[in-house]
Every structure is written in C-alpha cells, then in structure tokens.
C-alpha cells in the first residue's frame, strides 16, 4: 500500500529565505506526483505537476524535482514571502488513478 | 478555465436530514472525485468516477450516495449523517484518471452534522 511521508511537518522561516519541502512515497510505481498548497478551511490549489518521466518542473519560484527510484520528490520556494504561508500538500497518482496525499507541511514565513 | 465549483460552501445538517453536496466543472474532464478531510488531516478519497462510471468506492458507510448525472456534474447525497461525518468535502477532476493528468480542486464544501 502506498505511503506519503512529508518532512517537515512544520516549518517558520523569515521572509526571504530560500526553502525545502520534502515528500516521500513507497511505492515507486507512480504515474505522476502534484504539488498543492491548501489555505485554512479552503480547497486545494494546485502548484506543480511532475509526470513519472520527469525529473522537475518550475513555476516562477517554484521548483519541484523528482527522484521516482528512490520514492523522494522536493519543493524548492525561492525567497519565501508572508502570502506563501499556508499549508502544503504533495500526493502522489498510483495505477487506480487515484491521488494519495502526504500529511502535509505548515509553512509559516514572518515578515 | 481550472476551476471546479462546489456548492453550497457551507451546510449544517441535522442527522436526520437529507441533503446534497455539488460538484460541477467545465474542462471537459472525464474523471471526478470525491474527498474527505477532517481538520489537521490530509485529504482521503472517497469516490472516482470515470466516464461517468463509478470507479473507486473507498469502502464508504452507505449513507453517502454519489451519483454523476453527466460528464460535467457530481453530487454527493447525504442521509443519516453522524455527527463525525463533519469536515470539509472536497471535490476534483481531472482529464482521465492515468498518466499526464493533473488533478483540480474545488473550494470544498464545510458540512457539520448536528
């Protein structure tokens, strides 16, 4: 059974810095891995998409990379800012079609 | 045009009641889902449907029926609620269910069963 792991659950940074989110799944036989950010109480917004072939994607500062072999995928924010604090959610899309999300990762940046 | 619209956003329910969760996009996308997320907890699915075809039914209690009436529409029925069944619904779809699929998502639907 497939399993997504975020690190670190929570993470507070100054505003500026340069950060590092990190996902990891199980089972390697993916189609495609999405990153989403999730504000309180709202619906999901999707960020990047990283397809089973891929190694990375970006997105103005965003990056997110892909190592499918060994189950590990990573979101780079480049000079975070207070509107990126938000929770945020990659999940993975098995064989089924289905997507299988990690717990999650709370960024907060101060100003 | 990303967007998927739910409605209402928000629902309290008693828990005898019956009502209807909505779901409705545009993109011409074949697949839809349904999730489930309690509070501090990532999402859990639901249902998928596929071509309008029930796909994936993740072992929902059967007081949650969905249905998918056409290819751009999907409700969630709800009857006999608990009060644990609150959290905020989330709806999605995408193009197909396989590769090369990126997955959007509405802005949920709060329901609390009282």
């Known amino acids: 059974k497939q399993e997504v792991t975020q690190i670190p659950a929570a993470l507070s940074v100054p505003e500026g810095e340069n950060l590092v989110l990190n996902c990891s799944f199980t089972?390697?036989?993916?189609?495609?891995l999405q990153w989403f950010r999730q504000d309180p109480g709202k619906g999901l917004t999707s960020l990047l998409l990283i397809q089973s072939s891929q190694r990375e994607q970006t997105s103005g500062r965003l990056n997110a990379s892909l190592d499918k072999s060994s189950g590990r995928s990573t979101l780079y924010i480049a000079a975070s800012q207070p509107g990126d604090s938000a929770t945020y959610l990659c999940?993975?899309?098995?064989?089924?079609?289905?997507?299988?999300f990690g717990k999650g990762t709370k960024l907060s940046v101060k100003p | 045009d990303t967007e998927v619209t739910q409605t209402p956003k928000h629902l309290v329910m008693g828990m005898t009641n019956k009502k209807s969760l909505k779901c409705e996009q545009h993109m011409g996308h074949r697949a839809m889902y349904w999730y489930k997320q309690k509070a501090k907890k990532p999402p859990e699915l639901m249902f998928v449907?596929?071509?309008?075809?029930?796909?994936i039914n993740e072992s929902v209690p059967s007081r949650f029926s969905p249905e998918c009436p056409n290819s751009s529409l999907l409700n969630l029925h709800l009857h006999a609620l608990q009060p644990e069944d609150s959290a905020l619904y989330l709806c999605?779809?995408?193009?197909?269910?396989?590769?090369?699929?990126?997955?959007?998502f509405g802005q949920g639907t709060r329901l609390t069963v009282v």
């Open positions: 999605a779809s995408s193009q197909e269910t396989g590769m090369n699929t990126e997955a959007f």
């Open positions: 999940a993975v899309r098995g064989s089924q079609g289905n997507l299988i």
């Open positions: 089972d390697s036989a993916i189609y495609n």
């Open positions: 449907y596929s071509y309008e075809k029930l796909s």
